[in-house]
Nanobody, 132 residues
Framework: EVQVVESGGGLVQDGGSLRLSCEAS????????VGWFRQAPGKGREWVSTTSSFDGSSCYADSVKGRFTISNDNAENTMYLRMSSLKSEDTAVYYC?????????????????????????WGQGTQVTVSS
């Protein structure tokens, strides 16, 4: 079964940057989507971003657009979430999730990208704390 492990969380000051990693192992399918989600204390899970392993096409929630960037290292089955200009409201546990896509699927269309919700494999999360 696919295993997903996040890393890179920590404590950062307001306006700072962090890079989260999401490593997916035991992946047996050609193309997959990687989604990032977060959950702040006392709040529900919030979608952050999704990307395709095929071509790196991606989409972002309005709350992080322009500040967060996804990148892929397909050779290592690792996806990165670069977070810049962090704010206190970005404080949350960040989760990475994976779901199989059709071979060579691209997520260039925002609605196609955004509506991928049935992620099958989830990591345990990594804490990001932004201090003001």
């Amino acid at each position: 079964e696919v295993q997903v492990v996040e890393s890179g969380g920590g404590l950062v000051q307001d306006g700072g940057s962090l890079r989260l990693s999401c490593e997916a192992s035991r992946v047996t399918f050609d193309t997959y989507a990687v989604g990032w989600f977060r959950q702040a204390p006392g709040k529900g899970r919030e979608w952050v971003s999704t990307t395709s392993s095929f071509d790196g096409s991606s989409c972002y929630a309005d709350s992080v657009k322009g500040r967060f960037t996804i990148s892929n290292d397909n050779a290592e089955n690792t996806m990165y979430l670069r977070m810049s200009s962090l704010k206190s409201e970005d404080t949350a546990v960040y989760y990475c999730a994976v779901v199989e896509l059709p071979t060579d699927a691209t997520l260039e269309e925002y609605d196609t990208c955004r509506l991928i919700t049935d992620f099958a494999y989830w990591g345990q999360g990594t804490q990001v704390t932004v201090s003001s």
